[in-house]
T-cell receptor, first 112, second 114 residues
Framework: DTAVSQTPKYLVTQMGNDKSIKCEQNLGHDTMYWYKQDSKKFLKIMFSYNNKELIINETVPNRFSPKSPDKAHLNLHINSLELGDSAVYFC???????????FGEGSRLTVL | AQSVTQLGSHVSVSEGALVLLRCNYSSSVPPYLFWYVQYPNQGLQLLLKYTTGATLVKGINGFEAEFKKSETSFHLTKPSAHMSDAAEYFCAVSDQGGGFKTIFGAGTRLFVKA
């Protein structure tokens, strides 16, 4: 039973399209994140939700809109996709006491 | 603001040799420090963490790291490299106050030669 699961694992789409990535966790953690990993493997935090409330929004273009319907889910919707959006997007949750992050396996987005 | 610098984007060692991956951090508050490993096409998983207490921390797969406050370093070591250690390694920092933001270094790719 996967602790942090993301769907889909792969998306290939055209510029200008809209796409969504879903994340679900069964760890009972309050805090969830979206990270973007570029082709050079650099990991950049995008958003964080704590108990359904947005607490971190790191200068991400407003084409990106996160949504947390409940504590166990955090989705990412991207409008008007651009070539530069091609990356691997990771969902993660945060352990309460030590701040350890638990990652999903990633969703690789390719924009053509 | 916090930041992490990993020295060396690529490190190559022979099987059986010492692994040393360097990490320096900057933090205005006492940090929590982490090393994560990423295998190809997978998410990151925790190798080890420093929160408080003993400055030498041991992790999975024989790795360990030492927190040196005076040097603002948290280098990762393993006495004897194994082929299966080949992966991307990330050093990360967050603050002890329960800060919600974890900042990652740029990563170091470890190659292990037979």
């Amino acid at each position: 039973d996967t602790a942090v699961s993301q769907t889909p694992k792969y998306l290939v789409t055209q510029m200008g399209n809209d796409k969504s990535i879903k994340c679900e966790q069964n760890l009972g953690h309050d805090t969830m994140y979206w990270y973007k990993q570029d082709s050079k493997k650099f990991l950049k935090i995008m958003f964080s939700y704590n108990n359904k409330e947005l607490i971190i929004n790191e200068t991400v273009p407003n084409r990106f809109s996160p949504k947390s319907p409940d504590k166990a889910h955090l989705n990412l919707h991207i409008n008007s996709l651009e070539l530069g959006d091609s990356a691997v997007y990771f969902c993660a949750t945060r352990g309460v006491t030590t701040g350890e992050l638990f990652f999903g396996e990633g969703s690789r987005l390719t924009v053509l | 603001a916090q930041s992490v610098t990993q020295l060396g984007s690529h490190v190559s060692v022979s099987e059986g040799a010492l692994v040393l991956l360097r990490c320096n951090y900057s933090s205005s508050v006492p940090p929590y420090l982490f090393w994560y490993v990423q295998y190809p096409n997978q998410g990151l998983q925790l190798l080890l963490k420093y929160t408080t207490g003993a400055t030498l921390v041991k992790g999975i797969n024989g790795f360990e790291a030492e927190f040196k406050k005076s040097e603002t370093s948290f280098h990762l070591t393993k006495p004897s490299a194994h082929m299966s250690d080949a992966a991307e390694y990330f050093c990360a920092v967050s603050d002890q106050g329960g800060g919600f933001k974890t900042i990652f270094g740029a990563g170091t790719r470890l190659f292990v030669k037979a």
